[in-house]
């Protein structure tokens, strides 16, 4: 009798102790939820919790998630999190919306059937009167309301909205209607549903340029988190993934991808795989093939010549404008022919603060880098370059003229890119680099893309020299 009353008190403090670490730790309750189904969190799934962690905490107002599919960021972000949101937040609002209302009631429906069998864990169960797929409330105060798409909204608030696969086929991401209506909806119907201090989760697989992720970013580039996982791993991975494996090789190996990427086709392939989607016309940089060194164990062995070279603009940032950028790409080459991109400065300032930065950045990189600039048509260019250059006496200086056309100017650093001679070193700047590169020539910029091929074209003019020496040009 005392044994049997021993073992019971032994297992009423266990499931107590795995409740209290459950509720704690988002990624302890996704473990315990999902293994009875025989799933673990995998490596891109705790980087995901990680996130969505955050964003219960406050830490995180705005989460960007973009995943290939079946990356099972849906079972995570709009199964595993809302439960686990009422938790930590029981007398809050939820609103979830999907590209349907079927897509987003089906979620709700896995919600409710884990609330019902696990009412002890989660701390709470289902209002009887409220248990609809599209509409219920928690007996602490929680809230949790699904919509399609453009469905209604209105009248509802929300402390966070979970936005999960707005689009729903490359049909409707191609149609400038219907992203025109999505993102009005978005804008100005949903949005406005959130409460102050609200928090937003956006997960989707990547479709158009313009997409809903597009037009979320080129709005408030800085205002989001952004977590983005390529199927299979790119330079600068965020989970450390060595150029070219899988996401999730448990599911489906790098083999495996590649034989899909085959068959789907390159635009497809960017765009649902890679989450870097391209319009149908051709692109120059197979970015994909750029390689990755990290600057605090990379060292050349060999002997390298380096050049900073200057894509010059003089319009400061303000307001609502949107002014092409001046931008420094530093470029070395080695004498085993191998191409590095070490840093890309970029900065949108007037033309003094310009020259202030070019100088500083000459001093930085040292009087070994040659500085390659470009010499616009008319006074005011040719104004420009010796202003610069009466700054850089003792520095090695190679200033040209602009020929042909970019296409043209960028085709010899691409060649190279193809080859697999070139990589970056990991920092802060690779991904706005890389996106432009994959954008080119139709992305909305192409300032880093002109200093590239500045700098690898001045690196096969510029005399191999150790001597300190201006290249002279006419400046009458």
Request: glycine letters at 8%; charged letters at 25%.
């Amino acid at each position: 009798m005392i044994s049997s009353l021993l073992s019971a008190l032994s297992k009423l403090h266990d499931e107590s102790t795995l409740r209290e670490r459950i509720r704690a730790n988002l990624n302890e309750w996704a473990s315990e939820l999902l293994e009875p189904l025989g799933l673990t969190p995998r490596a891109h799934h705790r980087i995901l919790l990680s996130c969505l962690d955050r964003i219960a905490t406050g830490e995180l107002r705005r989460l960007l998630v973009l995943m290939p599919p079946g990356s099972a960021k849906s079972t995570y972000t709009s199964v595993v999190f809302p439960i686990w949101w009422f938790i930590q937040h029981p007398r809050s609002s939820i609103i979830a919306v999907s590209c349907t209302s079927s897509l987003v009631e089906h979620f709700s429906r896995q919600i409710i059937g884990i609330v019902e069998e696990n009412p002890k864990r989660v701390g709470f169960s289902l209002k009887s009167g409220d248990r609809s797929a599209s509409h219920w409330r928690t007996t602490t105060g929680g809230e949790y309301f699904a919509a399609g798409v453009r469905g209604t909204v209105i009248g509802r608030r929300a402390d966070i909205v979970i936005v999960d696969d707005p689009v729903r086929s490359m049909a409707e991401a191609d149609n400038p209607r219907h992203r025109r209506h999505l993102w009005e909806w978005y804008s100005s119907e949903l949005i406005s549903r959130l409460k102050p201090g609200g928090r937003i989760v956006v997960v989707m697989t990547r479709w158009h340029e313009q997409d809903l992720a597009g037009r979320l970013l080129d709005q408030d580039p800085g205002g989001w988190h952004v977590l983005r996982l390529p199927a299979l791993a790119e330079p600068g991975d965020p989970m450390g993934r060595p150029l070219g494996a899988a996401l999730w090789p448990e599911w489906e190996s790098a083999e495996a991808l590649e034989q899909k990427r085959a068959v789907v086709g390159p635009r497809v392939w960017a765009a649902l795989f890679q989450q870097s989607p391209q319009g149908p016309e051709d692109r120059l940089f197979e970015v994909g093939r750029i390689g990755s060194q990290d600057p605090e164990t990379h060292r050349s062995p060999v002997r390298q010549r380096t050049v900073r070279a200057w894509d010059l603009a003089a319009t400061a940032a303000s307001g609502e404008n949107n002014p092409d950028w001046t931008v420094g790409v530093k470029l070395s080459h080695d004498e085993r022919g191998a191409f590095v991109v070490e840093d890309v400065v970029r900065l949108r300032e007037d033309w003094g603060h310009v020259r202030e930065v070019i100088v500083s950045t000459a001093r930085s990189d040292g009087h070994s880098v040659v500085v390659g600039l470009p010499i616009d048509p008319g006074q005011a260019g040719k104004a420009q370059v010796g202003a610069i250059s009466s700054s850089l006496v003792g520095y090695r200086v190679f200033a040209s003229r602009e020929s042909g056309t970019k296409w043209s100017r960028a085709l010899p650093v691409a060649s190279q890119i193809a080859a697999g001679n070139v990589s970056v070193r990991k920092g802060a700047w690779n991904r706005e680099f890389f996106d432009e590169l994959r954008a080119f020539p139709g992305g909305e910029k192409d300032d880093q893309v002109d200093a590239l091929s500045r700098a690898m074209n001045t690196l096969s003019e510029f005399p191999e020299s150790g001597r300190r020496l201006f290249v002279p040009f006419n400046l009458r």
